[in-house]
Structures are given as C-alpha cells and as structure tokens.
C-alpha cells in the first residue's frame, strides 16, 4: 500500500466525516453535546480508511518479517545473531569473513568473502576481504544491508541505497535513484523493492535476472544469475537462469524467501514450514521438519532459524559450515 495515497485518503476523509456529522447546531452551554449521527457517505469513507490503515499495517508486518536476517549462509560459512544480540560465524575463514567484531547487531549478511552487519546504532560494519574496499561501507546510518560478491549495498534512513565494493563492468554496485524499503545484493546484479512496492534492478542481465516483472511486491532476492520476488499475496515469482529448477518457485503462500548463490532457493511458507527448489546437491534443498521464521540459502548449504529460535543447517558442510556452534 502507497503510504502517499494511505495519506490521501486520511486527508480526503476526515474533512467528509466532520461536515458529514451532526447538523452544524451548537449546544447551549449547560447541556451535553451529542454525538453526532454519521449519515451513509460518512460512514463508507470511514470505512475505507480503517480497511486502507489495516491493510498498510498487515503489509508492513509481512515486509519485515520477509528481510528479517537473524542468519545468514554465504560461501561455504554462516554467521548468525545469538546471545545479546552480537554476530558468531562458523565455517570458511580463510580471508576473515567469520570472525565478527564485537558490538550489538540487529542483522547479518554472508556473503562469498566478505560480510557485513547492520548494527545497533544504525551503523553497518564489514569484515572479510579487505580490498577493493570490499569492508569499507558507506558511511551514514541504514536499516538494512545485504553482502554479494565483492560488493555489498545498504538502504539509508533516508530509504536511498548506497553500495560500496567492486563494480565490475555491470555497474552492480550503481543503484538507481528513488526511495527503497529493502535491497538484495546477488553475485553481479541487486534487485530493490520500492517504496511503492514495484521492483527495480540493475547490473548484469545476461539470463534475465535484472528485468523484473510487474506487480507488488514485498520482498525480493536476488542470487547468482537468477532473481526471486515474494509478491503482496504471498505467491513467489522468479525471473532469470533456471538450470537446475530454482527459478521454478512451488505454489503456496510464503512469507519469506531466499535465492541462493547458483542452485537453489528456499522460503518459509505461511504455516512455517520451509520449502526449497532446484539442485539438491548434497541435500541443500532438502529442509527439516518444523517450523520456521526466516531461512537463507547460501552456495552448497541452507540454514533456518526455527519459531523457538535454536538454528538448523542442511546441505554440504564445508568447513563447518553447516554446524552452529549453538541451538542446533
């Protein structure tokens, strides 16, 4: 839902619902005022609005339940939020990525070398491979960011995105201008839903995985030539390389979605079971039973964060990468 046209329709209702009501009289002073008598119009135009204002509400929640990132499985290693809120990696270590600062995180993202992590205080810090400015965020505060290949973008508080590392020759990390409400960095291209809820993408286009298609939508993630978008009705809809199945989403109503780095994709559907789709090499897409509130699909492993918080990992376990040192 617009929240300039939600605005409109306050504006535009309120003055209807005061010259609507009552007949206009004053009261004499020593007798109680009446409540005034909605006629028809009065009443629809009330209506509409607190079915406008619910609906903004509901979508909101499900937006930020679908960027929600409390865990995140990269190359062939995951980092998580645990205990008071600060980030434990595991797995691949060999440039840094999984070896976290200390501090207060609210979300993490994994990505193939480098990670990054939206603090507390708003501030985003990288960890990983040093160069070429691989960990060496823009500077301002964000609500959310998200780590690709060798690159990383972020949306501002101002809702404009802001991307730093390489940038190859497909402009990957040159978003578009406007106002965003989240961003999905893949390995050289980043899809953002607009604050209208339609979709914006860019960088390589080579399979079709930045030309989104039309509609609402919530959330979007972008993986490595291929693109996935959680529509307003809870349906998935992916664009790009479909190879091995994973751009071929299963029916049903998801509330969170992630594509992962080549193969495979997985979301959370809305009774919180996880679903996966495309190659299943070495069990990636093959998810446990119970319910779930997020999951990421990293190269060659998945892991999800259960409704009891505990994380679970399946796939291949290079290095560890499939083993939380916690609530497994």
Known sequence: MKARFLLLMVAIALPLLVACGGSGDTAPANEPLATPTLDPLSEAVAEVVATLVADAQEKAKLAARASFEPVSAGSSYT????????????????????????????????GAVHTCGLMEDGYVVCWGRPGPNYSSPSEGEFVSVSTGWGYACGVKTDRSIACWGSNHQYGEAT??????????????????????????????????????????????????????????????????????????????????????????????KDDGSVACWGNDGAGRSTPPYGEFVTVSAGASHTCGMRTDNTIVCWGQDDYGSTMPPWGN
């Open 79 to 110: 980092c998580g939020i645990g205990e008071n809120d600060t980030v434990r990696c595991w797995g691949r270590n060999d440039e840094g990525q999984a070896s976290p600062p200390a501090g207060r995180f609210v979300s993490v993202s994994a």
């Open 175 to 268: 978003p578009p201008e406007g106002e965003f409400m989240s961003i999905s960095v893949g390995d050289f291209h980043s899809c953002g839903v607009r604050w209208d809820g339609t979709l914006a993408c860019w960088g390589n286009n080579e399979d079709g995985q930045a030309s989104p298609p039309d509609g609402q939508f919530i959330a979007v993630s972008a993986g490595g030539n291929y693109t996935c978008g959680l529509k307003a009705n809870g349906s998935v809809a992916c664009w790009g390389n479909n190879d091995y199945g994973q751009a071929s989403p299963p029916k049903g109503r998801f509330v969170a979605i992630d594509a992962g780095e080549r193969l495979h994709t997985c979301g959370v």
